[in-house]
């Protein structure tokens, strides 16, 4: 069974940190590209980074530089660092699992975690 579960979510002031946690099973992670996606209100879900299982990330150009993307393949849990946050981040964030060790279309989603940056 797929199981995909965010957490490290909340309300922060624009300027500060959050760190969300996807917690995954072996069989999702072990060997696979992960990713982390966002959706804000009225728009479409986004790319915001992604790993391959060799630990390559990948960024959206509006998080290039203020967030990163972390794997633990002993935990099977993948981070997203996420500093200077802005108003704009404002979203909810997905975990997401493919199928292959490289990044192609996700397969699997997490249920999501709310970020709200005030201003």
């Known amino acids: 069974q797929v199981q995909l579960v965010e957490s490290g979510g909340g309300l922060v002031q624009a300027g500060g940190s959050l760190r969300l946690s996807c917690a995954a099973n072996?069989?999702?992670?072990?060997?696979?590209?992960m990713g982390w996606f966002r959706q804000a209100p009225g728009k479409q879900r986004d790319m915001v980074a992604t790993i391959t299982s060799a630990g390559v990330p990948n960024y959206a150009d509006s998080v290039k530089g203020r967030f990163t993307i972390v794997r633990d393949n002993a935990e099977n849990t993948l981070y997203l660092q996420m500093n200077s946050l802005k108003p704009e981040d404002t979203a909810v964030y997905y975990c997401a699992a493919y199928r292959m060790s490289w990044v192609t279309i996700p397969n699997y989603w997490g249920q999501g975690t709310q970020v709200t940056v005030s201003s």
């Open positions: 072996g069989r999702v992670f072990s060997g696979k590209a």
